[in-house]
């Protein structure tokens, strides 16, 4: 499950590249790809203009889908939560009351050099984004 504030650019971009990359390689079947939000603000809005003009020109499939919020109860559905940045982890702990089997990382976490992805929705840098989004899906596929 990735994880932004509003689920509309970085996490749904997110899904997306994972989803593309796990098919690419045949492996769609052995994953459950999601993603939400911890904010109530974007929930019911569609993905952000800019995310979908990126992954387009990428050639990154998308699908009409709607933000969603992060719930307690996904936790016993995923194995991993993935968040875009620091404020995002903090946010999805207290959602979570928690992560007592450290299901819980930033995304970039899994790559050489581990760092927050900026959220788009202020940089307007969708091009940033999407590069640092390949880098931690390609690596996290690497490692599980």
Request: positive net charge; hydrophobic residues 35%; glycine residues 8%.
């Amino acid at each position: 499950m990735f994880v932004c504030h509003g689920n509309i650019c970085r996490s749904p971009m997110a899904e997306y590249v994972l989803k593309h990359m796990a098919a690419k390689q045949g492996k769609s079947r052995e994953f459950l790809i999601a993603s939400s939000a911890t904010s109530t603000e974007e929930i019911g809005n569609s993905i952000h203009s800019g995310t979908k003009r990126k992954l387009a020109q990428v050639g990154v499939p998308t699908d009409a889908r709607r933000a969603v919020q992060l719930k307690k109860a996904d936790y016993d559905k995923y194995d991993y939560f993935l968040g875009m940045d620091s404020y995002n982890i903090r946010n999805i702990l207290r959602i979570f009351g928690g992560d007592p089997q450290n299901k819980v990382r930033r995304l970039l976490d899994f790559s050489v050099q581990p760092r927050d992805i900026a959220d788009p929705w202020y940089t307007g840098d969708f091009d940033l984004t999407y590069d640092d989004i390949v880098e931690g899906c390609g690596a996290l596929l690497r490692q599980v």
